[in-house]
């Protein structure tokens, strides 16, 4: 079985801060992972994923995650953010192959960013 | 349609009452997932439809649940006897070629 662990339930930043998210998985098996973000009242929208290569991902709206298998990390970061970041992430993770539509979603981590 | 469209956005029933909620994919996209969300928590998986066919309804919780997709396009997500424990956010995602899941904006239960 896999799971996802978000260290942080609330992280709040001033605007033009720096940020990181951070996302520790565990998996018996290669696997998948993602990070989406969820705005008020609104569904789910993914921002990027690391299915394989390059283990620096790069999504949208300036976001960026690192893949590390020797930690089961996925980190996700953005060098300076706006108001308008605002907003609940998600990291989930699936197994790759056949269960890759199979999310497992940590509890969120709401950031907030202050003007 | 342009994006996931799951209906009604809202739905208010009391206990012991049966409650249907529509999901209608992205056109083309064949395989289609729903997902509840419980208040504090991560999304957790019930059930994924390849075509009409339920490929794997192993998060479903219990036989109070059931999921139909007749056409292989839109699906109704049907909760018999409904209980207080059933409140949530249910959300709805379909795929296409690239496996990756797009979510409808959800439809969030209360049970009085």
């Known amino acids: 079985a896999q799971s996802v662990t978000q260290l942080d339930s609330q992280v709040p930043v001033f605007e033009e801060a720096p940020v990181e998210l951070r996302c520790n998985y565990s998996?018996?098996?290669?696997?998948?992972l993602f990070w989406y973000v969820q705005y008020p009242n609104q569904g789910l929208q993914l921002l990027l994923k690391?299915?394989?290569?390059?283990?620096l991902v790069k999504g949208i709206n300036g976001f960026e995650a690192e893949f590390n298998k020797s930690q089961t990390s996925f980190h996700l970061r953005k060098p300076s953010v706006h108001i308008s970041d605002t907003a609940e992430y998600f990291c989930?993770?699936?197994?790759?192959?056949?269960?890759?539509?199979?999310?497992?979603f940590g509890k969120g981590t709401l950031l907030t960013v202050n003007p | 349609g342009a994006g996931v469209s799951q209906t009604p956005s809202n739905k208010v029933t009391e206990k012991g009452k049966y409650v249907e909620l529509r999901c209608d994919p992205i056109?083309?996209?064949?395989?289609l997932y729903w997902y509840r969300q419980s208040l504090g928590q991560g999304p957790e998986f019930l059930i994924y439809?390849?075509?009409?066919?339920?490929?794997?309804d192993s998060g479903l919780p219990n036989d109070r649940f059931f999921a139909v997709r007749p056409e292989g396009s839109v699906s109704t997500l049907k909760i018999q006897r409904t209980e207080r424990g059933d409140s949530a956010v249910y959300l709805c995602?379909?795929?296409?070629?690239?496996?990756?899941?797009?979510f409808g904006a959800g439809s969030r239960l209360t049970v009085l």
């Open positions: 056109s083309g996209h064949t395989a």
């Open positions: 989930a993770v699936s197994e790759g192959g056949g269960s890759n539509y199979k999310l497992t």
């Open positions: 690391y299915l394989s290569g390059s283990t």
């Open positions: 439809f390849q075509g009409t066919g339920a490929a794997d």
């Open positions: 995602a379909s795929s296409g070629q690239s496996n990756v899941l797009t």
């Open positions: 998996s018996s098996v290669s696997v998948y």
